[in-house]
């Protein structure tokens, strides 16, 4: 909730304690009273409306999968489902319903791994809250799940149990008479021999034993200096070579930004999750995760009021609880020898000198984060206020509505206010050296989608044009053709001038997924936009920090409050929607690992670091390191290659960190130009590159934000001009192709060679080829382009995040599928261009294995990957077999036919 600071904040103090002390004041305790009071009142609301909402939901979804064709996905229709699974109470008939309608699904389309999980989540809840009908059919859908997974075992426990509930129900007579019970009595005569007998028959059960996995694996090469103030990071204490892993390690808290698509225990992406019962907020991929999060017991109602997911603290309470389960037998021992604690400050002295002299085996990562004051000028001041703010606003709600402080803090006899600013220092510590130490992912993003052309796509009679040149097919004059078209685009574009632009490649800040949520809903309230469905919402541009505190700071306590409950209401209204239903845009982990928050930041870092399926992060050299170098990480995936220096300000700024690597204390002047955000000067015949630094042309000192504005202006004229004349009949093939060919002019003319628009550019036009059959000519520009892009971004994790490595990968499966579409055994093919196209599609399939991990377990991506390999191989048996063949055997073929 960046911007809603407290009302009184004091100077940025690098004491935690004092800083707490000092944001103490009567009105800002009234105020975050106000705030909770409101929140849990909207909560409250909202399960209480749910309910209703959720039933016509269910009503409406009946209705729509009965109208739905069979052959027709239904993944709409889950979706409104799984809203109900996730936040309808737990104890109401539509949740009921609504999960034994899912797993009917899950039959009917053979998902019987995820049925069974369903049902396993069913026979969770208590039994009063379900008919006789449901008891039986809760045991029939098991037996039957167990029974098609071919766990006979099981399934014949499960049967057992549904042939004693149906005997004891049909002798109470509970059960109706309806074919439904025949249909029951059925399956059971039906399954009931086979199953039994797999059972009987005796089967040695052999167990292999696997030697346990390494929870983490520390390179002896590197040495970690003493966790003191300023004097934190690690060494190499002999040379290491690149590409040597220097550390593996499991992170030992995470949080996820994007609620409600990843299991918060386990971090497994999954497109159907379970939801705590109480709070109905925090997700879970199975029941064996939910039961072993034990500790979410303290922060249950936190999630269900919203106030962590809302603050981001979900890393923060898990730590602080850790600290508190820490603290309370040392709590009770001083309580023997010297008597209760009743001042904060005494309190506080005791826990960091505790802290400080603890053993170094109980000295776990949160106790140690304790012991030492951390670097408060590494964070700038505006984050800084954020976390003071979050802090006081935890400290409030832990004291008034938790049970941690009745369980771990009652042997200190400490008043309201002594007891908020103890735990709210605690809090202030653990989250500087939090946001000082986490890593950070972005794990998933969906990639950027071209407009698909209305005319079909062209299926040659002849193999004419796939050797051929569009512009030489079609009698186009490169000189002439491309100069008309530019022209009459330049005319609509000064016509047009005066109209807001389509920027093609919207420069837009850099918020994580809930921070974006949040601002989306506060830009509704500056604005003063009714949000009466999710469509209103999408459609609002998220509001800076700034502009937030801007409209609030001048208000009451009473006026804020008010106001802000607005954004509450929409936000439980809203956020499962935002992040399940439109699809989440991006996922961002937060992670903190004990030993990798020793390596300090560099926007040139000499470890790279890259987060593996299991959750785990794996460090190794990015260049051989001599004895004696420091070892240094990019912080957030900032790095020279990616960003210009004023991008990578930008990010680190929204991060709330101050960057003092060697390349951030370099003057302006002296850091490398970045070419991937150049751009050829139109006023010079030279062709002189521009660079955001310094921003001018060396030569004729144009300005580099001018001639962009102008550049993307016209871009935007082309891209309308193409949706227009594509969805025109009369418009000809040969009138696409010269506003392609000039469109591919413009940016080759104008951007430097691995510009984003300059990509997006040349991609469309391998698509436009290979949709009209010039598939030589598509190949050529798509092996050059692919060649050039990895030459410039190498083993790199963010060529894969961008999404342009999975539109190269679309291009090349399209023009190989469309290749062996109209080959002939008589065909007389050229095997280079179509081995290096395959080249290209196992390169990025190999890859997909590090840089797309949480797809590994997403049924339905893993499923994709697997039918790419799988098409990979059939095309390499097919390039195989029609070089390889015989010419004899070829005129048979031939004539067969």
Not at 312 to 331: K, Y
Not at 578 to 592: D, I, M, P, V
Not at 603 to 617: F, I, T
Request: hydrophobic share 40%; net charge neutral.
């Amino acid at each position: 909730m960046n911007g809603i600071h407290l009302s009184f904040l004091p100077e940025q103090l690098d004491d935690d304690f004092a800083a707490i002390c000092a944001a103490l004041t009567p009105r800002n305790v009234i105020e975050t009273e106000l705030l909770l009071h409101f929140l849990k009142r909207s909560a409250n609301e909202f399960f209480n409306y749910i309910v209703e909402y959720s039933e016509n939901v269910l009503n409406d979804t009946n209705r729509l999968i009965r109208k739905r064709d069979k052959n027709k996905s239904l993944k709409q229709e889950i979706s409104f489902l799984n809203q109900i699974i996730y936040r309808t109470p737990t104890n109401s008939v539509v949740f009921m319903e609504a999960l034994f309608f899912r797993i009917a699904y899950f039959f009917r389309n053979e998902k019987f791994s995820m049925a069974k999980r369903d049902i396993l989540y069913l026979k969770s809840f208590e039994s009063n809250h379900m008919t006789a009908q449901q008891l039986v059919d809760v045991e029939t859908f098991m037996y039957m799940s167990n029974y098609f997974m071919r766990e006979m075992r099981e399934a014949r426990i499960y049967l057992d149990q549904a042939e004693e509930l149906l005997d004891q129900f049909t002798a109470k007579k509970l059960l109706p008479e309806s074919s439904r019970v025949q249909t029951i009595l059925g399956d059971l005569s039906k399954f009931k021999a086979e199953i039994r007998e797999f059972t009987n028959n005796a089967r040695i059960q052999f167990q292999i034993k696997k030697k346990p996995a390494k929870e983490s694996y520390i390179n002896s090469d590197c040495e970690f200096r003493s966790a003191q103030l300023n004097n934190a990071g690690a060494l190499a204490c002999n040379d290491i070579a690149k590409g040597q892993v220097v550390i593996v390690e499991q992170p030992h808290f995470f949080q996820f930004l994007a609620s409600f698509t990843n299991c918060e225990v386990c971090g497994v992406y999954q497109e159907h999750l379970y939801t705590c019962r109480d709070c109905r907020y925090r997700s879970y991929c199975s029941m064996t995760c939910m039961k072993s999060d034990g500790a979410h017991i303290y922060e249950c109602y936190g999630y269900k009021i919203g106030l962590i997911p809302m603050l981001e603290a979900t890393i923060l309470f898990r730590c602080f609880v850790q600290v508190a389960q820490f603290l309370s037998p040392a709590f009770n021992k001083f309580r023997r020898k010297n008597g209760p604690i009743r001042d904060a400050t005494t309190a506080w002295h005791f826990i960091v000198k505790h802290c400080s002299l603890s053993d170094r085996h109980q000295k776990t990562i949160v106790v140690e984060f304790l012991s030492r004051q951390p670097n408060c000028k590494l964070l700038s001041i505006d984050k800084w206020r954020q976390l003071i703010t979050n802090s006081f606003r935890l400290a409030v709600f832990v004291h008034n509505d938790t049970i941690i402080q009745a369980i771990f803090f009652d042997q200190l006899e400490l008043c309201k206010d002594e007891s908020i600013k103890l735990i709210g220092a605690i809090l202030m510590r653990l989250s500087v050296h939090i946001m000082l130490n986490s890593q950070r992912d972005e794990l998933q993003f969906i990639s950027r989608k071209f407009n698909s052309s209305a005319y079909p796509a062209y299926k040659p009679e002849n193999l004419s044009r796939m050797d051929a040149n569009v512009f030489e097919y079609y009698d186009i004059n490169a000189h002439s053709d491309f100069v008309d078209c530019f022209q009459n685009l330049q005319e609509l574009t000064q016509n047009s001038i005066k109209q807001v632009p389509k920027d093609p490649m919207p420069n837009t800040p850099h918020y994580n997924p809930m921070s974006k949520f949040i601002c989306k809903l506060f830009g509704s309230l500056i604005n003063n936009v009714e949000i009466n469905k999710l469509e209103d919402l999408m459609h609002v541009k998220p509001t800076t920090s700034e502009l937030i505190e801007e409209h609030l700071m001048p208000l009451s306590s009473s006026k804020r409050c008010h106001l802000l409950s607005d954004i509450f209401n929409n936000y439980h209204k809203f956020v499962f929607d935002y992040f399940s239903l439109c699809g989440a845009t991006r996922q961002e982990k937060w992670s903190l690992c004990p030993k990798l928050r020793h390596l300090q930041h560099s926007c040139v870092p000499n470890v790279e670091l890259r987060s593996l399926s299991d959750g785990k992060y794996l460090a190794k050299a990015a260049m051989d390191l001599a004895t004696g170098t420091e070892l240094t990480v990019c912080f957030n995936s900032v790095e020279i290659l990616k960003q210009n220096r004023k991008e990578r300000h930008d990010i680190l700024q929204k991060s709330g960190i101050i960057c003092s690597c060697d390349l951030c204390s370099l003057p302006a002047y002296i850091e490398p130009d970045n070419m991937r955000s150049g751009i050829l000067c139109t006023f010079c015949d030279q062709d002189n590159i521009i660079t955001q630094l310094p921003g001018k042309c060396i030569q004729c000192h144009a300005d580099y934000n001018e001639q962009l504005q102008q550049m993307k202006i016209f871009i935007s004229q082309v891209l309308r001009q193409m949706e227009v004349k594509e969805l025109d009949p009369n418009t000809t093939q040969r009138d696409l192709a010269i506003l392609y060919g000039t469109y591919n002019s413009y940016i080759t003319m104008h951007f430097s060679e691995y510009h984003e628009l300059r990509l997006i550019g040349i991609l469309s036009f391998v698509e436009f080829l290979t949709k009209n059959g010039f598939l030589k000519q598509a190949t050529d520009v798509i092996i050059a382009l692919h060649c050039s892009y990895y030459s410039y971004f190498g083993d790199n994790t963010d060529c894969f995040k961008k999404g342009f490595a999975a539109l190269i990968f679309k291009m090349v499966k399209n023009i190989l599928k469309s290749y062996f579409a109209n080959l002939s055994p008589s065909s007389v093919i050229n095997k280079e261009p179509l081995n290096q196209l395959l080249v290209i599609i196992l390169y990025t399939l190999k890859n997909q294995e590090h840089h797309l991990d949480p797809s590994i377990d997403d049924a339905e991506t893993y499923n994709m990957i697997l039918d790419n390999y799988a098409l990979y191989y059939n095309w390499k048996r097919i390039v195989s077999y029609l070089t390889l063949m015989p010419k004899a055997l070829k005129d048979y073929l031939n004539l067969s036919q």
